[in-house]
Antibody, heavy 120, light 108 residues
Framework: EVQLVQSGSEVKKPGESLKISCKGS????????IGWVRQMPGKGLEWMGI????????RYSPSFQGQVTISADKSISTAYLQWSSLKASDTAMYYC?????????????WGQGTLVTVSS | EIVLTQSPGTLSLSPGERGTLSCRAS???????LAWYQQKPGQAPRLLIY???SRATGIPDRFSGSGSGTDFTLTISRLEPEDFAVYYC?????????FGPGTKVDIK
């Protein structure tokens, strides 16, 4: 079974750094793109970016370029999303999902989500 | 950036009724690059439809997708209690791979 398992909820203060993770199993992790999606409280889905773990090729949405860093370690089948200095506006649920790049792209499956709360 | 607009914002229906959800793109999107997702409260989104009309694995045939160019539709032929959720379309025609704002299907 293809599965993505994300790290647990985080509560941080503004200005702190954070790195959350997404571990894939049940498939060849290095051969599929992984994407990250933000969902702010009570809001819709926002595409943040994708990474190809095989060579760490990364694409960002302009809205998130420079605000976060997406990385991956194929040796442990894990992708990461990190912030160097959190803001209250980063409070959201963050989802990873396997990105099926091809003739008919889609995100499938999705991780369970990581809730990040940034508050002083 | 391709902007997706979904209508209606909320669709109030009774179980057994037919639901028709619309997704309109600000510029043409290849039908191969349009997907639909379902999200229930407290859950991660789930892929329903890819390539505008192909059902993902395990998705019941009461869900169907259609459309091309700038206009796409998700149809739920007979609503079951478990179908009350929020539905999002997403385009992969050009980066950033934007989502629509969602349509909430709730119980009338």
């Amino acid at each position: 079974e293809v599965q993505l398992v994300q790290s647990g909820s985080e509560v941080k203060k503004p200005g702190e750094s954070l790195k959350i993770s997404c571990k894939g199993s049940g498939y060849r992790f290095a051969s599929y793109w992984i994407g990250w999606v933000r969902q702010m409280p009570g809001k819709g889905l926002e595409w943040m970016g994708i990474i190809y773990p095989g060579d760490s090729d990364t694409r960002y949405s302009p809205s998130f370029q420079g605000q976060v860093t997406i990385s991956a370690d194929k040796s442990i089948s894990t992708a990461y999303l990190q912030w160097s200095s959190l803001k209250a506006s980063d409070t959201a649920m963050y989802y990873c999902a396997r990105f099926l790049y091809g003739d008919s792209p889609s995100f499938d499956p999705w991780g369970q989500g990581t809730l990040v709360t940034v508050s002083s | 950036e391709i902007v997706l607009t979904q209508s209606p914002g909320t669709l109030s229906l009774s179980p057994g009724e037919r639901g028709t959800l619309s997704c309109r793109a600000s510029q043409s999107v290849s039908s191969s690059y349009l997907a639909w997702y379902q999200q229930k409260p407290g859950q991660a989104p789930r892929l329903l439809i890819y390539g505008a009309s192909s059902r993902a694995t395990g998705i019941p045939d009461r869900f169907s997708g259609s459309g091309s160019g700038t206009d796409f539709t998700l149809t739920i032929s007979r609503l079951e209690p478990e179908d009350f959720a929020v539905y999002y379309c997403q385009q992969y025609g050009s980066s950033p791979f934007t989502f629509g704002p969602g349509t909430k299907v709730d119980i009338k």
